[in-house]
């Protein structure tokens, strides 16, 4: 084994208090992500549906080179994050699956509006709901209203709102005209 082979993982706060974001030395899915808000909603995702066999875990989110879980309320992270922790190193030092099959939308005809509000949602957003261990996809855009989905740390955090009328919609209202407000569904 080479230092290469070594895999590290460090558990970082987000801004929603019941979910942590595991970050690893490697990455683990790239350019897609999987999330799941419940053990039966799990589908072709090994290592999600091992995380889930923890009686604390109620939310998994796969992306780049972390995983976001989301805990119960009945828990404190003092007791359960050093187990996490180590779950998360040793699944991946093992070289087991993370994600047997991701399954991508077809591409789609897009018109000059669409491809703006993507490429600022890319560009700007992302990398900041990223950071914060979640992630944010365009679903649609219908008479002036962009719908988006909310997945990891920002599904169900008290300051998803804020952030999403004040940040996210301000953005796209200035940058793109043709927006009027901008709405999150459920991942």
Same mark, same amino acid.
């Given at each position: 084994?080479?230092?290469?082979? %070594?895999?590290?993982?460090?558990?970082?706060? *987000?801004?929603?208090?019941?979910?942590? !974001?595991?970050? &690893?030395?490697?990455? %683990?899915?790239?350019?897609?992500?999987?999330?799941?808000?419940?053990? +039966?909603?799990? !589908?072709?995702?090994?290592?999600?549906?091992?995380?889930?066999?923890?009686?604390?875990?109620?939310?998994?989110? %796969?992306?780049?080179?972390?995983?976001? %879980?989301?805990?119960?309320? $009945?828990?404190?992270?003092?007791?359960?994050?050093?187990?996490?922790?180590?779950?998360?190193?040793?699944?991946?030092? &093992?070289? =087991?699956?993370?994600?047997?099959?991701?399954?991508?939308?077809?591409?789609? $005809?897009?018109?000059?509006?669409? /491809?703006?509000?993507?490429?600022?949602? $890319?560009?700007?957003? =992302?990398?900041?709901?990223?950071? $914060?261990?979640?992630?944010? *996809?365009?679903?649609?855009?219908?008479?002036?209203?962009? *719908?988006?989905?909310?997945?990891?740390?920002?599904? /169900?955090?008290?300051?998803? *709102?804020?952030?999403?009328?004040?940040?996210?919609?301000?953005?796209?209202?200035?940058?793109?005209?043709?927006? +009027? &407000?901008?709405? &999150?569904?459920?991942?």
């Amino acid at each position: 084994m080479t230092l290469d082979d %070594i895999v590290t993982v460090y558990a970082e706060a *987000t801004p929603n208090p019941e979910s942590m !974001k595991f970050v &690893a030395n490697k990455m %683990i899915l790239a350019n897609e992500s999987v999330d799941f808000r419940g053990k +039966e909603k799990v !589908k072709n995702a090994p290592m999600a549906s091992a995380l889930f066999e923890f009686p604390y875990v109620k939310g998994v989110f %796969i992306m780049n080179n972390f995983v976001s %879980i989301t805990k119960s309320v $009945d828990y404190e992270w003092f007791d359960i994050m050093p187990h996490l922790k180590k779950f998360v190193q040793e699944y991946l030092q &093992a070289g =087991k699956e993370v994600v047997t099959k991701v399954e991508v939308l077809s591409p789609e $005809d897009e018109d000059v509006v669409v /491809g703006k509000i993507k490429k600022l949602l $890319d560009d700007h957003v =992302k990398p900041a709901v990223e950071m $914060d261990g979640g992630a944010i *996809t365009f679903q649609d855009f219908k008479e002036g209203v962009v *719908t988006v989905v909310m997945k990891g740390s920002c599904s /169900g955090c008290p300051s998803s *709102t804020m952030t999403l009328k004040a940040g996210i919609e301000n953005l796209l209202k200035r940058m793109v005209p043709e927006v +009027e &407000a901008v709405e &999150a569904v459920p991942g």
